[in-house]
C-alpha cells in the first residue's frame, strides 16, 4: 500500500500528528499500531494529569510545548465532552529542606508563563486541608486530569472522519529507507515520509534509519495504589512534592482519576524490558541482559546522582517505605488507607549510551525522508497537540531544533 506519510505508532503523539497532518490535507496518511487497539502502553497507562507546565526549565522542548498543549488538550476535551476534573494541584514541601526548590518552581512557572502562585499554610488548609507543607506551598489552578483513553479514542474516530487509515497488529519487523517500504508482520507500506513516533521502540525504528546510534530506550516502571473510598472521598487535588532536582524524576505523589479515585504513585524503578509490566513478562534473552549492563554502568559512574536514585526508587518495592513517602504529603494517612495495587506503567527513558546519561528533554532527530522522536516521555501527553503542530512544521517546512 502507497502513502504519503507512514506514522509508526498509534499512541498519543502519533495520532495527534496523524491529525495535524489531515486537517492541513497533506496527502494520503497511515498509521502503524502494533497491538489491536490503541492506548495499550504508555499513552493508555498514564496517570491523567494535564501539567501545566511548571516543573521544565524554560530553554527545554518541554516548557516549549506543555503550555500551549495543555491549553490545546483541555479544547478538545471540553468540545467533545470527554470527561475531566479541573480540579487544580498543590506542590508541597514535604520536609524543611524541601522549602527552598518553592522559590525555584515558582521561577520556572513564571518564565514559561504557567499560572501558579506561592501560597501561605493557611491558605494550603483551605484550598487541600488533608496536605501537609512546610514553608508554604504552590498552588497551579489549571492543573487538570482526563481520561486518556477516551482521548485516544476521540481522535481515533476523528482520524477514521478523516479518512486517515488506522492499521492495527502492524509490528515493523523490516526498513528499506532505498525503497521508503515498511513491512510488518502481515503487509508492506511504501511512504513519501516516515513519523516515528513509537514510543518504547523508537531507537529500534531509528536505528534501522541511521539514526540515533548512541541512544537506546531504558525503561522504567511506575507502580500505582489505589486509595481506600473513605481516604478518597477527603481529597480535593492533586498533591505532589517539590522534586528532588538532583534526581531524574518526580517521586510519590498524589491524584485524583476522573472517575473519583485517588492513586499514589507513580514508583519509577528500573524495568529489564520494553513491557515488563508483570515481574517475569516481557522480558528477552537478548535484550535484558543488556538492559542490566546499561544499568550496571550508569550505577558505577554514578550520573546525575544515579545510583542513589535507584537506591531510593527500589526502597519502595516495601510497602513501609512507599507508605512513608505517601504520609509525609498528607495528615492522618494510616497503611489501611492504601488499599490495593491498581495499575503498572512503563516509561520509555531514553539513554544516551556514548555519554552514559539519561536524556530528560525531548529528543527529535532527522533521518532519511523521515523523523523520528526518540524521547516523548512526561509531559508528552500533555504537549501532544502541540507537539504534533511542531513535528508537522519541521517535516514540511525549514528545520528549526532538530538534528
Given at each position: 500500500m502507497n502513502f504519503d506519510f507512514v506514522i509508526v505508532g498509534g499512541g498519543i503523539v502519533g495520532l495527534t500528528l496523524a491529525r495535524e497532518l489531515a486537517r492541513r490535507h497533506k496527502g494520503r496518511i497511515a498509521v502503524l499500531e502494533k497491538e489491536s487497539d490503541v492506548g495499550m502502553h504508555a499513552s493508555g497507562r498514564n496517570s491523567g494529569v494535564v501539567h501545566a507546565g511548571i516543573y521544565y526549565a524554560a530553554d527545554s522542548l518541554k516548557a516549549?510545548?506543555?503550555?500551549?498543549?495543555?491549553?490545546d488538550l483541555l479544547a478538545y476535551v471540553d468540545e467533545h465532552k470527554l470527561p475531566v476534573l479541573k480540579c487544580g494541584k498543590v506542590i508541597v514541601a514535604a520536609k524543611p529542606s524541601d522549602a527552598p526548590t518553592l522559590d525555584v518552581l515558582l521561577k520556572r512557572a513564571q518564565a514559561n508563563g504557567v499560572e501558579a502562585r506561592r501560597i501561605s499554610l493557611q491558605e494550603l488548609a483551605d484550598i487541600e486541608p488533608e496536605a501537609v507543607s512546610h514553608e508554604g506551598a504552590i498552588w497551579s489552578p489549571r492543573t487538570a486530569v482526563i481520561d486518556s483513553k477516551a482521548v485516544l479514542k476521540q481522535l481515533v474516530q476523528e482520524l477514521t472522519d478523516l479518512g486517515v487509515a488506522i492499521h492495527y497488529n502492524q509490528n515493523v519487523?523490516?526498513?528499506?529507507?532505498?525503497?521508503?517500504?515498511?513491512?510488518?508482520?502481515?503487509?508492506?507500506?511504501?511512504?513519501?515520509?516516515?513519523?516515528?513516533?513509537?514510543?518504547?521502540?523508537?531507537d529500534k525504528i531509528a536505528?534501522?534509519?541511521?539514526?540515533?546510534?548512541?541512544?537506546?530506550?531504558?525503561p522504567f516502571k511506575g507502580l500505582y495504589w489505589k486509595a481506600s473510598d473513605s481516604f478518597a472521598r477527603k481529597i480535593r487535588t492533586l498533591i505532589y512534592p517539590v522534586p528532588d532536582m538532583t534526581m531524574p524524576f518526580l517521586g510519590v505523589h498524589i491524584t485524583?482519576?476522573?472517575?473519583?479515585?485517588?492513586?499514589?504513585?507513580?514508583?519509577?524503578?528500573?524495568?529489564?524490558?520494553?513491557?515488563?509490566?508483570?515481574?517475569?513478562?516481557?522480558?528477552?534473552?537478548?535484550?535484558?541482559?543488556?538492559?542490566?549492563?546499561?544499568?550496571?554502568?550508569?550505577?558505577?559512574?554514578?550520573?546525575?546522582?544515579?545510583r542513589s536514585y535507584v537506591t531510593q526508587e527500589m526502597s519502595r518495592y516495601r510497602f513501609k517505605n512507599f507508605f512513608?513517602?505517601?504520609?509525609?504529603?498528607?495528615?492522618?494517612?494510616?497503611?489501611?488507607?492504601?488499599?490495593?495495587?491498581?495499575?503498572?506503567?512503563?516509561r520509555a527513558q531514553l539513554m544516551d549510551t556514548s555519554k552514559g546519561k539519561l536524556e530528560m528533554d525531548f529528543v527529535i532527530e532527522r533521518g532519511p525522508d523521515s523523523l523520528h522522536v526518540l524521547n516523548a516521555i512526561s509531559p508528552a501527553f500533555t504537549s501532544a497537540f502541540a507537539f504534533a503542530k511542531f513535528l508537522t512544521d519541521e517535516a514540511l517546512g525549514p528545520p528549526s531544533v532538530v538534528k
Open positions: 516549549r510545548f506543555c503550555v500551549e498543549g495543555a491549553r519487523w523490516h526498513i528499506d529507507t532505498k525503497a521508503k517500504t515498511v513491512t510488518t508482520d502481515r503487509e508492506a507500506f511504501t511512504y513519501g515520509f516516515l513519523f516515528n513516533t513509537a514510543g518504547v521502540n523508537a536505528h534501522a534509519f541511521g539514526v540515533g546510534r548512541s541512544y537506546r530506550i531504558l485524583r482519576t476522573v472517575d473519583g479515585k485517588v492513586l499514589f504513585g507513580p514508583t519509577a524503578i528500573p524495568a529489564f524490558g520494553r513491557e515488563n509490566y508483570t515481574a517475569l513478562g516481557g522480558l528477552d534473552l537478548l535484550e535484558t541482559p543488556q538492559i542490566g549492563w546499561h544499568l550496571l554502568g550508569m550505577l558505577a559512574r554514578n550520573p546525575g546522582n544515579f512513608n513517602q505517601s504520609r509525609s504529603l498528607v495528615r492522618g494517612l494510616e497503611p489501611s488507607d492504601i488499599a490495593q495495587f491498581y495499575k503498572v506503567g512503563i
